[in-house]
């Protein structure tokens, strides 16, 4: 097996690439010039709106793992370009150049209703409110529309192996007004490179599929497990199920987490 990888440089392809080298997979890493990748993963030079060298990066593999994403700025414009239009190109190229190989693209959990009655599920109607969810959204769209072998996987809060992500959370507790009792969802690096090996493999093909540990944890708790404080609360919730995802689907398909919760993340020193 053949793949390439989007994204090779972000939060979750950084620590993907080396888990799926290690697992003895072929991969080839999509980057710019001079960006370096891992030992044993082949750099293609090229960019998502480069068709000649996205026809170069995609020819002969089996499988396209889609992770490249801009999120991290308040230029909706470069959202919704990367996000979508990126993802097209990416999939013109699949379509011209590997019409068989599976494209596994991630998205998030974010799309859900943030008033939602329950955990968001895969069925649901998906109203984001922000630029990013909104271009995810659209992307799936195009992908699902595409004819190719298709697979989505939609992922919580993501943190671990350094990365410093769960570190960032308690200063955006207030910005995102979250009561310390709203129970989110999360997944550990070590776990998306669980699930892209079912992805593969096509335990998910044709699914739009929830992936996250076993434990939604209080912000409360994130926050006090980073060495935080966050004030206490007994007023009700306004949003209880927001960021808390339904992901019976993907058990039922086989994903089972090897790092069941934050706490055994802690508690092994993998944070």
């Not at 980057?31 to 990748?37: K, L, P, Q």
């Not at 699949?94 to 799309?111: D, E, G, L």
């Amino acid at each position: 097996m053949t793949i390439l990888v989007t994204g090779a440089t972000g939060l979750v392809g950084e620590r993907l690439l080396p888990r799926l080298a290690e697992a003895g997979v072929d991969c080839r890493a999509l980057v710019r010039r001079g960006r370096d990748v891992p030992a044993g993963i082949v750099a293609v030079e090229g960019d998502l709106f480069d068709p000649a060298s996205l026809a170069h990066a995609v020819d002969g593999v089996s499988a396209i793992i889609h992770l490249a994403a801009v999120f991290r700025t308040q230029d909706t414009d470069l959202i919704w370009k990367s996000n979508l239009e990126g993802t097209r190109s990416l999939i013109a190229a699949a379509q011209a150049h590997a019409p068989k190989a599976r494209f596994i693209m991630s998205s998030t959990s974010n799309v859900y209703n943030r008033n939602t009655s329950h955990p968001g599920c895969e069925t649901d109607a998906v109203e984001p409110e922000q630029a990013y969810p909104a271009s995810k959204v659209a992307a799936e769209k195009a992908l699902r529309e595409s004819g190719l072998n298709w697979s989505i996987l939609r992922f919580p809060f993501v943190y671990g192996d350094g990365d410093g992500h769960l570190e960032m959370l308690p200063k955006h507790v207030a910005a995102f007004g979250f009561h310390p009792a709203n129970r989110m969802s999360t997944i550990h690096h070590r776990d998306i490179a669980t699930a892209t090996n079912l992805a593969l493999a096509g335990a998910f093909d044709g699914r739009i599929v929830n992936i996250s540990d076993e434990a939604p944890t209080t912000i409360y708790e994130l926050v006090r497990l980073v060495g935080e404080t966050m004030a206490s609360s007994s007023e009700p919730m306004q949003n209880p199920w927001h960021l808390h995802i339904d992901a019976s689907l993907s058990r039922s398909l086989g994903f089972q987490s090897t790092v069941r919760t934050v706490y055994q993340a802690a508690q092994d020193g993998i944070l």
